[in-house]
């Protein structure tokens, strides 16, 4: 019975605005850029015109003729219309593979292939820019445009404006069965070619049933969020905050002078933002407005959290008992741990203990190279079990197959397992370096010994040495005397490497790519000038 009871379910993307609307219509939802999909609409909307909205495109998107189970790939530029063209997208039944507009041209042409033809949404700045040059017509069923200049820019592409079908007849929800596929989405790409993620909605609702919970404490509070569009995560994230009524205020930019009179208006009680973002916004903590002053919940995922970090933005809320509360997982297996943290608890918080198995959801084990479970203290891989698993790795079925050993996944990371079953992490498995026993260990206790530092990451250098890649605060200089106090007592390091954040290789939700990072040393070339998140 609770077998069938777990399996049955299924969470479905293009119900939750028309559920929102239906009961609790008139809440706002605030944005910091017009949709590209509705420029006209301007910035303030309300659940009842966002629903509208999601119904009017995939009424577009039914009348230019994609249907159930087709393939859909969304590429364009980032804004928040990315979350309403998924939600459109699944209400027909089709299948969104969304894909993070600071891809490159050459690994967006990649995952086109590997989705075999599928239908491509994108834009006239994508399709002058990074895909200007590739293949499209045969890498693809039809392309859509939407946005400025989507007919011109449709007419060279060979494709149609999306535009053209306003008007077309609405059409009833369709469902797909809870193990189909039902959302694509992709890893990180942190050590190369991202893999694409095969979700269904059946695990999808597993995911979102726990953070259902997780989020009852703060049902109805403001929510301000900043986080990237076509993960999974923020469709979780939704689901929570549309359930229960709270009033919306999603971003695109992330600059924190952009950011900060955005949240001193809007005074929200909730704030989710990727981890390297929240280490921006610790300017927020100070500012004169008092920006963070009614947090009283913070939400972290997407890649470890530095306790300075923490103790900054727990620091700044006038809330009587704020928290932050950390996930740990990844695109596989959505969320597989939960960590709080108080004001108390971050003041002396170690941040390599990310949490326990979510109750009843998932379970994790620490095991030797063979696959067999190790006691608790020793360390060794992690491994999660949970009913939030994807289906498989589109195009790498293989690949899916080997990180899979009788129900269990291992996730590329090392760690342990605490006395209390609590989960410490010490690093993802290709970057440990011989000499160091956790890299983020290091980098959590420099961090808070350089109030000055924006990010260090600690990558082998060409020889298998630890070079630690520091920025500052707005570019200033670290003197070296700083430095050396900040490293006694310290692994022996290699001398730093300094550079711009804008330098450093990163994710669409600003993961540092250490593989990157470490090949160029290998290759005996600088970060200056890399690409960097649009």
């Not at 507009?101 to 967006?108: I, N």
């Not at 079908?165 to 890893?187: N, Y």
Request: charged share 25%; net charge neutral.
């Amino acid at each position: 019975m609770v077998q069938r009871f777990f399996s049955g379910r299924g969470f479905y993307l293009g119900d939750m605005f028309e559920q929102a609307r239906e009961r609790h219509g008139g809440v706002t939802v605030t944005l910091d850029k017009p949709l590209d999909v509705a420029v006209a609409a301007g910035l303030d909307h309300t659940y009842r015109t966002i629903a509208d909205l999601v119904d009017a495109l995939a009424a577009q998107l039914w009348a230019a003729g994609v249907r159930p189970t087709e393939r859909v790939a969304l590429y364009k530029s980032d804004n928040f219309d990315l979350a309403l063209l998924t939600c459109a997208l699944s209400r027909i039944g089709a299948v969104p593979a969304l894909l993070s507009p600071t891809l490159d041209g050459a690994v967006a042409g990649e995952l086109l292939r590997r989705l075999d033809r599928p239908w491509l949404i994108t834009d006239a700045a994508k399709l002058g820019g990074r895909l200007d040059g590739l293949p499209l017509t045969g890498l693809t069923r039809q392309i859509l445009v939407v946005g400025a200049d989507a007919e011109r820019a449709a007419h060279d592409a060979g494709g149609m404006p999306l535009a053209k079908f306003d008007g077309a007849e609405r059409r009833p929800a369709v469902h797909l069965a809870v193990r189909e596929p039902s959302l694509i989405t992709h890893s990180s790409g942190t050590t190369g070619i991202p893999k694409l993620a095969v979700h269904c909605a059946n695990a999808m609702w597993n995911r979102l049933v726990p953070q259902k919970v997780m989020g009852w404490p703060t049902r109805g509070e403001t929510a301000a969020i900043c986080i990237s569009y076509v993960h999974s995560r923020f469709y979780h994230l939704l689901g929570v905050l549309l359930r229960n009524g709270s009033p919306l205020l999603a971003m695109v930019d992330h600059d924190p002078r952009s950011v900060g009179p955005l949240l001193a208006k809007a005074r929200p009680g909730i704030v989710e933002t990727h981890p390297n973002t929240f280490v921006l916004w610790e300017d927020l903590a100070e500012a004169p407005d008092r920006p963070l002053s009614t947090v009283r919940h913070y939400g972290s995922t997407f890649d470890a959290i530095h306790p300075r970090t923490v103790q900054r933005l727990l620091g700044a809320s006038t809330r009587r008992r704020p928290w932050l509360m950390q996930l740990y997982g990844q695109s596989e297996t959505g969320p597989v741990a939960a960590r709080f943290f108080t004001r108390s608890s971050a003041a002396k918080a170690n941040g390599r203990l990310v949490g326990i198995g979510l109750p009843g959801f998932t379970r994790v084990r620490v095991v030797d190279d063979a696959g067999k479970p190790l006691p608790r203290g020793e360390h060794g891989h992690i491994e999660a079990r949970t009913r939030g698993r994807i289906l498989t790795y589109l195009g790498a079925e293989e690949q899916y197959a080997e990180q899979l050993h009788d129900g269990w996944w291992r996730m590329g990371d090392v760690g342990s397992i605490g006395k209390w079953g609590t989960l410490y992490l010490e690093d993802r498995e290709i970057d440990r370096i011989d000499s160091v026993d956790s890299n983020l260990e290091l980098e959590d206790v420099l961090m808070s010994r350089l109030q000055e530092l924006r990010e260090i990451v600690i990558v082998p250098g060409g020889s298998g040495e630890p070079v630690p890649v520091v920025c500052t605060r707005d570019d200033q200089p670290l003197s070296p005397e700083r430095w050396q106090n900040a490293v006694a007592g310290l692994p022996l390091l290699a001398e730093p490497v300094f550079c711009r954040f804008d330098d450093l290789p990163r994710t669409g939700t600003w993961k540092i790519k250490r593989v990157e990072i470490a090949k160029l040393f290998t290759e005996g070339r600088s970060l200056a000038g890399n690409w960097v998140a649009a």
